[in-house]
């Protein structure tokens, strides 16, 4: 386990302009704006040729040693932006070694709203200027990511959920497991975490989360994970702990999942769906066997775990922020789902 970028780095506060530099339509821009961003996250947004009205936000960290550009060209996200209107955030990591997202700082894992903050809060102050700039729906915005992308959307859902509506992880950990503890480390790579050797309760996982936003009481944003079983780089291990930490946090103790479904989306991936019933699913687990750590985006499942192509009654017939949910469903006597 090791620093990878010196504090005094990212401790600095960085000042931006203060002018506005709204992005073109239909090309990737890099946006320049005057919002706290304490660790200096670089800024990048698709605007569709043709924006919908109130267009909802989709957020795609990218890979550690990838960029905003890579996850640009080789996701779907701008084409599909294009199709149903919706405005797409790439944010780029400023640690320059590893381009890794940071996950393990008090900073990054907490709720905050000024110093000393984090990769996230950047990252959510991104949102918030999209949606003031382009009268985006806060309802609506949701992040997916893979790997370092994938480790930054459980952080984003846990320590904002009154921001986020919804999550996709492709190969991540659980919210936490990476924290650099007493260390406060920036961009700390726990190979502990990453091997698979940090295993909790479910009450414990919970705990973090909950300990991310003292207090917060509300709604919490659904998630969506998958993780392959041959992955050597964030091991399989991973995958279960995430089990645990959701679907505790949403109030089903690792319950039995309502459904298990074998060969979906593809041959040899299995489906486990947790929630009140197979209407309200909260909470979705895939199981890639024999595949590696390159489990890749698989854009349009996530877009219809967002509801992105909804338009019903201009977005607000669409699944957002306060729907539904779990949350005051009693299914504490679910038996414990154990994953294979």
């Known amino acids: 386990m090791w620093s990878r970028l010196s504090l ?30 304490p660790t200096n996250v670089t800024f990048y947004l698709y605007v569709p040729p043709k924006l919908s009205a ?8 990218h890979w550690c040693h990838g960029d905003a550009l890579a996850v640009y060209k080789g996701s779907s996200f701008a084409s599909l932006a294009d199709k149903h209107g919706f405005l797409v955030i790439y944010p780029d990591s400023p640690n320059a070694e590893d381009k890794c997202w ?22 959510v102050n991104m949102v918030q200027w999209t949606i003031k700039q382009y009268g985006a729906d806060a309802g609506r915005v949701f992040v997916t990511g893979v790997s370092s992308g994938a480790m930054m959307t459980n952080v984003l859902l846990g320590a904002y959920p009154d921001v986020f509506a919804a999550g996709t992880a492709f190969a991540g950990v659980p919210f936490g497991c990476f924290s650099s503890g007493e260390n406060n480390t920036f961009d700390y790579w726990n190979a502990e975490c990453a091997t698979g050797q940090v295993r909790r309760s479910g009450a414990e996982w919970k705990a973090i989360v909950e300990a991310a936003y003292p207090g917060y009481e509300g709604w919490r944003p659904k998630v969506q994970v998958f993780h392959g079983t041959a992955d050597d780089v964030l091991f399989y291990a991973n995958f279960e702990q995430e089990i645990l930490q959701w679907t ?6 690792g319950g039995k999942p309502v459904s298990t479904v074998a060969n979906t989306p593809f041959a040899n991936w299995t489906r486990y769906a947790f929630g009140r019933d197979e209407s309200e699913i909260w909470f979705e687990a895939y199981s890639a066997a024999n595949v590696t750590h390159n489990i890749g985006n698989h854009e349009e499942i996530a877009l219809q775990w967002f509801d992105l192509a909804c338009t019903a009654d201009g977005g607000k017939g669409c699944f957002r922020w306060g729907r539904r949910g779990p949350l005051g469903h009693s299914l504490r006597n679910a038996t414990t789902v154990v994953v294979s």
């Open 54 to 61: 109130s267009p909802p936000v989709l957020v795609s960290p």
């Open 102 to 123: 940071d996950v393990s700082s008090r900073g990054t894992l907490s709720h905050q709203s000024g110093p000393p903050g984090g990769d996230s809060l950047g990252i």
């Open 248 to 253: 505790s946090v949403f109030g089903l103790d």
């Open 8 to 37: 005094a780095l990212l401790w600095a506060v960085v000042t931006l302009p203060s002018f506005i530099h709204a992005a073109a339509v239909g090309s990737l821009q890099k946006i320049t704006a005057d919002f706290y961003n």
